[in-house]
């Protein structure tokens, strides 16, 4: 077994969180909606049968209320018994109609009808005296005068279940007659047995279950429990048990029906549910476990065979798949720096573009020389230069889709090379052309910019130059398609801008600054000191004025331009892109400065290997010319240098060790890195351009010579002297 590492403590606690995490939400929603939706079911269906009971109940009262308005209102027959002249005939017959009125119902076990102006009571079965129906055939314990107490009843009462006669429990409903009733004279008693109520309260097929009923102040009428008055709906202990009551109020008695259920079996669904529940859990949590172990196998076992064959220590371990991407990454770019340096691949192309726009050519027949193993040419008489700016937030513009972009938009009578430059999302291209097409580029360009929207869904702005014969002029060219493509702050997205178009007279705003501006334009009739001087004073104008930023730099630019047009259009392709990263008034004074002291400092430094302390033969000079024209180039090679003179590779590194007593290859390395120094004191080109304009396309190779020659990084050597 492997030590456990930080990687697969994060893998396996974040596996184990993602489990927690859905039990968790598993408990969540079973406790908050499913055991409280099935709790609310349970109570929804014992409500439901419970409303049956009580409708049940509240039917076999009705026949009580039926019955009375039958004898006191409806039934002429009874009527005319009653009203008939007293005798046996009368009783029989009154007998009688009480006994097919109380047929039907097997809800009520006797009736009685009381007259209050004669001492007998008439029931179903017979008539009676009213002292012995009251003392002997249904003699209440608790109602000591029955008999005597009719005459000051009111209403309808009920009585609750009393013994009678020592034996079975009634409930007694008593209804008094009414004002609406035909007989004034006469009480009705209907006697329902409680257990009758009782059963219907605490079903056989519901073990268990309790009941008891109120009326609305709270009397007792009857109940299967101990209960010294009502109780609220909920759980409740009576007697050593629990019970869960529900509450049913009668729409026709307004009596409180309690229906008493035991907690143990009213709950146990839910119980079971849990349990259930539960046992899912535990189930989850085993395939949970399951799929852990199998994620870490999937997952994290490949970052572990992977960080062994990459190299890496178990300190070193991947953790994610973004650490794979980087790690891939970082070979792939050290594969890419390889590829660049080779004599193949698409970055020798853009390194030889580079060295065509950099001026390293004299005419474009030593480029087509030079470029006709990598299957590129120039060949047309003229040229333009495109600048692309790409705006597509995002998204890179491929290659690929730019060559076929390129190639269904000018078509074959072009020639078009292009490559990126080291500013973000700013593309050059140079074209070439016949005399007739120059006008046709245009409308080219516009159906470029469609094509690159519409087909690729990649939005562009477009710089174009005028229109060259002389190679010599291409700085110039790249210097006019730069200028003319960040006009797109002004412009905007999808344009076509031509240097041609743009108005490079400065007026209105600042009329100092403007003035001082043409006086510049006399620069090339100055002395060296003079033209610093007009430069500074130019610079400190414009910011004593504080003249708007965006007015500021075109100034400046134009400032720029003068300047080149007063050394006859020449200008370092170095100085060119620094200009790219100049960003206050200060920073052009000092580009502008530089560029004067260049020729200045170029001369110094041919003087310096031209010359050196001692006499230096003729061939040793020629030698140091050679050298000084390609060591900056990333193609540069000792045996161009020897095929140039004539020798060969060998006896040219044999002489120059002998004569000089340093080899070519440190030489060109310390030329290199002298170069490299100025570009980082004067200018603010990147690291990757500074290395590319010296002779190193790749980066590390650069840094790594730099630090070995003066002791610190080219980042600290900046630092230091700027």
């Known amino acids: 077994m492997f030590r456990k590492s930080r990687t697969y403590y994060k893998y396996l606690l974040s596996y184990v969180a993602l489990l927690l995490a859905a039990a968790f939400a598993l408990v969540i929603f079973s406790q908050a909606f499913f055991i409280v939706q099935l709790r609310n079911n349970l109570m929804e269906t014992q409500r439901s049968r419970l409303r049956q009971t009580v409708q049940q109940l509240d039917g076999d009262i009705e026949q009580i209320y039926t019955i009375d308005y039958q004898i006191s209102s409806v039934n002429e027959n009874?009527?005319?018994?009653?009203?008939?002249?007293?005798?046996?005939?009368?009783?029989?017959?009154?007998?009688?109609?009480?006994?097919n009125l109380l047929a039907p119902s097997t809800f009520i076990a006797e009736m009685a009808l009381v007259e209050l102006d004669s001492a007998q009571v008439y029931t179903s079965k017979a008539v009676y005296a009213r002292d012995l129906f009251f003392n002997s055939i249904f003699s209440f314990d608790a109602w000591e005068d029955p008999a005597g107490d009719i005459a000051d009843l009111r209403g309808r009462i009920v009585r609750p279940a009393e013994r009678i006669n020592g034996q079975e429990r009634y409930?007694?409903?008593?209804?008094?007659?009414?004002?609406?009733?035909?007989?004034q004279d006469t009480v009705q008693f209907y006697f329902v047995k409680e257990s009758h109520l009782l059963n219907l309260l605490a079903p056989a097929d519901a073990p268990?279950?309790?009941?008891?009923?109120?009326?609305?102040?709270g009397q007792i009428i009857a109940s299967t429990l101990p209960l010294e008055g009502p109780v609220e709906a909920g759980q409740l202990r009576i007697g050593g048990s629990d019970y869960f009551i529900i509450l049913e109020e009668s729409d026709v008695t307004q009596w409180t029906y309690a229906f008493f259920l035991p907690s143990g079996e009213f709950f146990a669904p839910i119980g079971r549910a849990q349990v259930t529940l539960m046992v899912f859990l535990l189930a989850l949590l085993a395939?949970?476990?399951?799929?852990?172990?199998?994620?870490?196998?999937?997952?994290?076992?490949?970052?572990?065979?992977?960080?062994?064959?990459?190299?890496?220590?178990?300190?070193d371990e991947l953790s994610s798949l973004r650490d794979v991407l980087h790690s891939l990454s970082t070979q792939n770019e050290h594969m890419r720096a390889q590829l660049m340096c080779s004599?193949?691949?698409?970055?020798?192309?853009?390194?030889?573009?580079?060295?065509l726009l950099k001026g390293k050519f004299a005419s474009f027949e030593a480029f087509n020389q030079e470029a006709a193993p990598l299957d590129m040419r120039f060949d047309k008489p003229c040229y333009q230069v495109l600048m692309l700016r790409h705006f597509s937030e995002g998204e890179e513009a491929p290659r690929t889709v730019l060559d076929r972009a390129f190639a269904e938009a000018l078509g074959p009578d072009y020639t078009i090379h292009f490559r990126e430059l080291f500013e973000q999302s700013m593309i050059v291209c140079l074209v070439g052309m016949e005399p007739q097409h120059q006008e046709e580029l245009h409308a080219r360009c516009l159906k470029l910019l469609d094509v690159l929207a519409q087909e690729h869904n990649l939005s562009f702005t477009i710089g174009m130059s005028d229109a060259r014969t002389d190679i010599g002029q291409i700085t110039a060219a790249c210097f006019e398609a730069t200028q003319a493509v960040r006009e797109h702050f002004i412009r905007g997205r999808h344009q076509l801008i031509r240097y041609s178009e743009l108005d490079r007279t400065l007026t209105g705003d600042a009329p100092a600054a403007s003035n001082a501006l043409s006086e510049l334009r006399s620069l090339s009739s100055q002395s060296r000191a003079q033209q610093m001087a007009s430069l500074r004073q130019f610079v400190d104008l414009l910011k004593s004025e504080r003249v708007p930023a965006l007015l500021a730099k075109s100034y400046c630019n134009s400032a720029v331009q003068i300047l080149i047009s007063s050394r006859?259009?020449?200008?370092n392709m170095d100085d060119l892109f620094t200009i790219s990263y100049l960003r206050t008034a200060d920073?052009?004074?000092?580009?502008?400065?530089?560029?004067?002291?260049?020729?200045?400092?170029?001369?110094?430094?041919?003087?310096?290997?031209?010359?050196?302390?001692?006499?230096v033969p003729e061939l040793l000079g020629r030698i140091y010319a050679c050298i000084s024209e390609s060591f900056d180039d990333c193609n540069f090679s000792i045996q161009e240098v020897a095929d140039a003179l004539g020798l060969s590779g060998s006896y040219l590194s044999?002489?120059?060790?002998?004569?000089?007593?340093d080899t070519l290859t440190a030489h060109v390395a310390a030329l290199r890195i002298r170069k490299a120094c100025m570009l980082l004191e004067t200018t603010a080109m990147p690291l990757q351009m500074i290395s590319e304009s010296v002779g190193y396309y790749n980066q590390n190779s650069f840094i790594r010579r730099f630090k070995q020659i003066t002791g610190v990084t080219p980042g600290e050597y900046r630092r230091a002297h700027q």
């Open 78 to 99: 009874f009527l005319s018994y009653y009203l008939s002249d007293p005798g046996p005939v009368r009783d029989l017959r009154l007998v009688n109609e009480l006994h």
């Open 171 to 183: 409930i007694t409903f008593i209804n008094a007659p009414s004002v609406f009733s035909r007989l």
């Open 208 to 217: 268990g279950q309790q009941g008891a009923i109120w009326t609305r102040d």
């Open 287 to 315: 395939a949970g476990t399951l799929v852990i172990h199998y994620a870490m196998k999937v997952n994290y076992k490949p970052l572990k065979d992977l960080t062994e064959q990459l190299g890496g220590a178990q300190g």
């Open 343 to 355: 004599p193949d691949g698409q970055a020798l192309r853009d390194t030889l573009l580079f060295a």
């Open 568 to 571: 006859g259009g020449a200008v």
């Open 587 to 615: 920073d052009y004074l000092a580009f502008m400065l530089h560029m004067l002291g260049t020729e200045e400092e170029n001369a110094a430094q041919q003087s310096e290997q031209a010359e050196p302390a001692a006499p």
């Open 654 to 661: 044999q002489y120059f060790k002998q004569q000089t007593g």
